[in-house]
C-alpha cells in the first residue's frame, strides 16, 4: 500500500497550488481518501476528503471555498487544487487513506495510512 504525494512548492499570496496523491496496492472502493497539513509546531490537522466511491467530499472550515478536493478513478489519483493561497496555508501537506468516510476522516486521523509529506510555502 502506498501513497504517494506531490505538487508542493513555493507560491505567493493569493496563488494557486494543486497537489497530487497517487494510490497503489489497494482497491479503494469504501476508502476516503483525504489532505491534512502541519506546521512547524502545530499538530497534524484535517483539511480535506473525499470518499472514494461516491466522491462526496468534507472539508475544514478554514479551506472551504478556496481548496477543492476531487478524484480520477483512472489514475487512482487524488487531486487537491488550492486557490487564494494565505500565508497560513504555509504548511507540509500529507495524503491519507483509511476504510472509512470522508466526514469520520475529518474527526479522527486513527488508522490512516500516510503518505509522505509534500511542502508547500505562501510567501511574498
Known amino acids: 500500500v502506498q501513497l504517494q504525494a506531490s505538487g508542493g512548492g513555493l507560491v505567493q499570496p493569493g496563488g494557486s497550488l494543486r497537489l497530487s496523491c497517487a494510490a497503489s496496492?489497494?482497491?479503494?472502493?469504501?476508502?476516503?481518501i483525504g489532505w491534512f497539513r502541519q506546521a512547524p509546531g502545530k499538530e497534524r490537522d484535517f483539511v480535506a476528503a473525499?470518499?472514494?466511491?461516491?466522491?462526496?467530499?468534507y472539508y475544514a472550515e478554514s479551506v472551504k471555498g478556496r481548496f477543492t478536493i476531487s478524484r480520477d478513478n483512472a489514475k487512482n489519483t487524488v487531486y487537491l487544487q488550492m486557490n487564494s493561497l494565505k500565508p497560513e496555508d504555509t504548511a507540509v501537506y500529507y495524503c491519507?487513506?483509511?476504510?472509512?468516510?470522508?466526514?469520520?476522516?475529518?474527526?479522527?486521523?486513527?488508522?490512516?495510512?500516510w503518505g509522505k509529506g509534500t511542502q508547500v510555502t505562501v510567501s511574498s
Open positions: 496496492g489497494f482497491t479503494l472502493d469504501y476508502y476516503a
Open positions: 473525499i470518499n472514494w466511491s461516491t466522491g462526496s467530499t
Open positions: 491519507a487513506a483509511r476504510r472509512t468516510t470522508a466526514q469520520t476522516m475529518s474527526i479522527t486521523s486513527r488508522g490512516n495510512i
